[in-house]
């Protein structure tokens, strides 16, 4: 892979391991007097899950962008949205 070196530090681990919750853990556990204000994903247009904070969707997460940080273990043929996968 271009660009990619070995670590210079023996023992290092790397632990950005993007692990994901799952899509209702906020709304299902956050105390009740802040759910209406839980992290949550919802269908937007085009069929792409947009993150809303607050109840409102994110400014720094555009459309469908959890989808590719949920699929960074899969082959990268499988990571590209398509209308088939949405």
């Not at 271009?2 to 956050?30: C, M, N, Q, V």
């Amino acid at each position: 892979m271009r660009g990619t070196s070995k670590f210079p530090y023996r023992g290092t681990i790397d632990a950005d391991g993007h692990a994901l919750e799952p899509p209702d853990l906020w709304e299902k556990y956050i105390d009740p007097p802040f759910r209406d204000r839980a992290i949550r994903l919802r269908p937007g247009k085009e069929g792409l899950e947009v993150l809303e904070i607050g109840g409102r969707p994110s400014k720094f997460m555009p459309p469908g962008g959890l989808t590719f940080a949920g699929a960074m273990s899969k082959p990268i043929a499988e990571q590209i949205p398509s209308p088939e996968r949405i």
